[in-house]
């Protein structure tokens, strides 16, 4: 690598530390070429991931010959996209041309996706890099990335609790500074929960503001593709290039067209305190969490405070109820998307030859983890014929109200906010024996999946023992500016973007 | 196992305990659930696959989409809303406002996502038509107007738009000996139209009658071409007064769907008669024997978990919608009738003819446009055209009707047609002569003015040669001059001999003159 | 799912088409029947002001014209021109002169 002899030895070892965007910026200027900054990237990785478990699959030599296209328009003066060399990393439910997508579950642990999301096409046709597919919890169902096929991914603060699910690859991967950006998705927590635990900046768009197509569906009226970063602008510009309207997914947003774009904005400090945001704090939830959350919570809520913001205490009614009908409506749903798994047409190497019909599905399909299972059970369970009234339908009910409930409360607040997590990261395997216990964990973050809201979870401190708490800040849908303009102000007063795990 | 209770397990019934009232003639009800795709569209329900499906190697008219690949999504197509308005419109149903699609979960191997994406109104009114109503007549009346119009009606409960299934093969013939089947997903996510109507019909004649009716409502309509294999697919119910309702599937033709049902009326009464109770089952129709056979009864068969497609949005149609859509509908069969009788003075014997049929009602039209005379090109139709090909089809005797029209259409042109009733109607041709000159043209393709011409150029107009003509007629024949002092027609029987021999060529106003002359002479 | 014994959950799997083990039954039903008398708590829920349309449930509306037109070109993803266009011909897991190799029926 003749081509190092322009860049000292030290700027070299410390380029995994910067942002995507900081990166970007050295590659366009001809600084170091995007070819030896993606030879680095695959160098930490396999150096540091070995601990925390968060890749699936490489994309290592798509991903080197991209590069040195990259290189190649550069000095050519071609014209270059946004994201130009940055790596990034895509949970492995989320369809890449080529790349095996596995959703973590031994049922689809051959199956090579012959098309790609339309996420994954905007990102490419930035000039971002798909650098690999990262570990989660099969099928996105936990809390806790420990439901993989592949293993648990360890947290990088300490690597033996959880990383936070079910994107925890995403999170770590990003943590760990292996990588600066990944996509996760979030049905009820998926994205904020793990960048909660693991300190980084994850947000769950507004419903329809990010195309599903590719994302292999878990519930499909809940959940989002969403950007996971260190540092605000990398989530901005990425947010930038994947939402808006797509003609392949149905359920993509109309509220805007396509000449009419959303563009984020990173806005100073003053332009945010300029906007005289009021926000709203959810009293009753944030006092059901454990002290040490809470506490760090209120230190945040201590500082808008000092900075002037209009503080308020309220409440949400219905969170109690809300929990029950998340897991109606995600059960029921995902029941329905799971049956296609058959492994008749595609999934892993297995020989239908000389079965009957109904008992192939049953046998290959109790390759899917007992989390799975349990979910498929229940979903089946409450769509049953004279349940429907009772439990789906209720669910719906139920979610109308929550939907009523946040637009009462956005008259009076542009922000809301409250913990990402009732709770600190947990040991791995300390959790799972009750289902109850882990579901109760996603009593924060679903709230804004039922009511389609966008919700970003930042970092907010750590506890004694020096494990990341989140907090958790919502707006009203399509108002994702507001989220980034709060988290903005906290990365300016906090630096939190400069807390990096020791590995 | 005794012999009558293996017997009731086969036929699929259990031992009745109260009396039967035994009147039940009066008392059958048949529902159909009729399956059409709409094959006039380009693409399938949900994707850019083709929507004929035909002739394509297997699987090679899929997608991610149609394959149900993880992460794919359905798009619903939009001419699919529309075809399936104009079915609902044609059959007078209702169209909500909005319309949703629900999930309908089975597991089976030509589904690909192991379920159907479809339309369920026990929730909500989701489907796109409902509550419809739609009269359809007995041929036996069909000279008497008055008699007609009071016809026999039924009553559609929905239509709904679904995908299709794939296919399932075998390679042997008994599914029992196969260790596996073959799955061809081409067929798969095609637009479906599925009409479900009330228990209304009270035998199979008047389901042919109706089926007949609706299907050629849909080519008129331009949406679905029954005419295609495995293009319309009816499912049936029979109940007797005193059991329950049965339903029968896997009936592959028209034909057959009488055929089942007539087996089944039998079935049940049967079992009516020996006060054996029918019980609701599903049953299959085994089309090498010609009987209803009970279906596997699965007990998750009512299980199917409908929910709302989350994936599509509810559709909103508008208030407007049936009005846009009903204004660029295609004329009906019923209208096209009406302007017919009305407009083009035709009978209504004649209208009901060329509109039961629209590749006739449609030549009729073509024709009309070269030559402006309804009642001589409905004429040629209906008396010439018609009568020859039913002729060819008592000789070539087929199941397939669809035979039928190619050999019509493909035979003649409405140029053919219109040339005819052209040279009727101006140049005063002799009927005989031009019903002549028609089967030459139909055998030949040649056009009848062209062969008109021939018969102008080589016209006899020598008397000499006429008067030969004339002794060789009365030679052959000698009783006609003793028969011509009391019979006036025998001159003009004379003249058809001569035209015979002559090929029409003889001058029909010089021979008539000249026979008088030589019976008179006589 | 009210039933001590274990026939609700064996019904539950046959529709679902899942095996689960007989030393596992008693446990997954277990934690199945907590989750459900965990759902159960929806009947307390009273829907006062919420409009009690048993339709009005969340989901959004697409007006008919932005449907897709009837075209087997397709462009799905707009200025992206990916998505279905760009896919590779799929290669099944079993198949045979180009039909999927389904088990038996």
Known sequence: MGMLLALGYDKMTNLHKLAG???SQKIKNQEIFAEEYISLVFERISNVDSKINSFISKNHESALLKAKQIDKKIRNNEKLGSLLGIPIGIKDNISVLGLKTTCASKMLQEYVSPYNATVVDRLEKQDALIIGKLNMDEFG??????????????????????????????????????????????????????????????????????????????SNSLEQIGP?????????????????????????????????????????????????????IIDNLILSSESQVMETVFKKIDLLKKHGFDVQKTKINYSDFALAAYYVIATAEASSNLSRFDNIRYGFSHNPQGYEWNSYSSHVRSNFGDEVKRRILVGSFVLSAGYYGKYYLKAQKVRNAIKNEFNKLFKLFDVLILPTMPILPFKIGEKGAKPLDLFNLD??????????????????GFSKKGLPIGLQILSNEFNEQILIDIATFFENKDKFNEWIPNI | MTRTESKTQQLGISLKNDDDDGNVDENIKIGLEIHSQLTRLDTKLFCGCFSNYRDIKPNENTCPICLGLPGSLPLLNKKAVEYASMMCISLNCNIPEKITFYRKNYFYPDLPKNFQITQYNSYELSSIGYDGLIS????????????????????????????????????????????????????????????????????????????????????????????????????VNVSVKGGKKVEIKNISSFKDVEKSIIYEITRQ??????????????????????????????????????????????????????????????????????????????????????????????????????????????????????????????????????????????????????????????????????????????????????????VEIRKIRDSETIRKYIGEVLSDEKHLIEQSSTNPNVANFILGKIMKKTGGRADPQLTLKLIRESIERK | MSTNNNNDIKKLCTLSRLEIDESEIQKTSDKIKEIISFFNKLDEFESNGVQEIPYNYMK??????????????????????????????FSFLNSKNGYVIGPRI
């Open chain 1, 21 to 23: 965007y900081q990166v």
């Open chain 2, 269 to 454: 009464k049967t079992l009516s008669m020996h006060q054996i109770s029918v019980k609701s089952e599903t049953r299959h129709w085994d089309e090498k024997r010609k009987i209803t056979i009970p279906a596997r009864t699965k007990e998750e068969e009512d299980e199917y978990k409908y929910f709302p497609e989350p994936d599509i949005p509810r559709i909103v149609l508008g208030s407007g919608y049936r009005e846009k859509i009903k204004n660029n509908m295609p004329e009906l069969p019923i209208e096209r009738l009406k302007r017919y009788v009305d407009i083009h003075k035709l009978s209504n014997h004649v209208s009901d003819i060329l509109i039961n049929n629209k590749k006739v009602s449609d030549f009729y039209e073509e024709s009309l446009k070269i030559y402006n005379s309804p009642k001589e090109i409905s004429n040629w139709i209906v008396n010439e055209l018609l009568s020859k090909t039913n002729d060819l089809e008592k000789n070539e005797p087929t199941d397939n009707k669809s035979n039928k029209q190619r050999g019509f259409i493909s035979h003649v042109t409405p140029q053919q047609i219109a040339d005819i009733a052209k040279l009727v109607e101006e140049k005063s041709i002799n009927r005989n002569i031009a019903k002549d000159i028609f089967g030459k043209s139909i055998k030949t393709g040649e056009s009848p003015l062209k062969l008109i011409e021939n």
């Open chain 1, 443 to 460: 009593i924060y973050t679903i709230l804004a999946n039922l009511a389609g809201i966008p919700a970003m979870s930042i970092p907010a």
């Open chain 2, 136 to 235: 359809y007549f007995n041929d036996k009346v069909e000279s008497d107007r008055e008699e007609k119009t009071k016809g026999k009606t039924v009553r559609i409960k929905r239509i709904q738009l679904e995908e299709d299934p794939g296919k399932i093969i075998y390679e042997e013939n008994n599914s029992k000996i196969n260790n596996y089947c073959l799955i061809d997903y081409n067929r798969a996510g095609v637009a479906l139209v599925e009409i479900v109507t009330e228990p209304d019909f009270r035998n199979a004649n008047d389901v042919r009658l109706f089926l007949n009716k609706i299907t050629n409502i849909f080519e008129y309509l331009g949406v679905s071409d029954p005419n295609l294999e495995g293009a319309v697919r009816c499912d």
């Open chain 1, 141 to 218: 169902m936990g809390t806790s990335s420990e439901f993989s096929h592949y293993g648990a991914v360890h947290n990088p603060w300490n690597q033996d609790y959880v990383a936070g699910g079910s994107s925890g690859g995403s999170a770590a991967a990003v943590s760990s500074l292996q990588i600066p950006i990944s996509l996760g998705s979030d049905t009820g927590g998926s994205i904020r929960c793990p960048s909660s635990f693991c300190s980084v900046i994850g947000i769950k768009p507004t419903y329809g503001l990010v195309s599903r197509y590719g994302l292999v569906s878990y």
């Open chain 1, 228 to 280: 996971m970063a260190r540092t605000i602008i990398d989530i901005a510009m990425t947010l930038n290039t994947i939402c808006g309207k797509d003609s392949s997914d149905s359920t993509s947003t109309t509220a805007a067209t396509l000449d009419q774009q959303f563009e984020y904005k990173i806005n100073t400090v003053d332009g945010v305190l300029g906007k005289n945001y009021k926000v709203g």
């Open chain 3, 60 to 89: 959004t509306e697409k007006k008919v014209d932005e449907l897709r037109d009837d075209l087997t070109t397709l462009n799905l993803n707009d200025a992206d021109g990916g998505g279905v266009e760009k896919a590779t011909p």
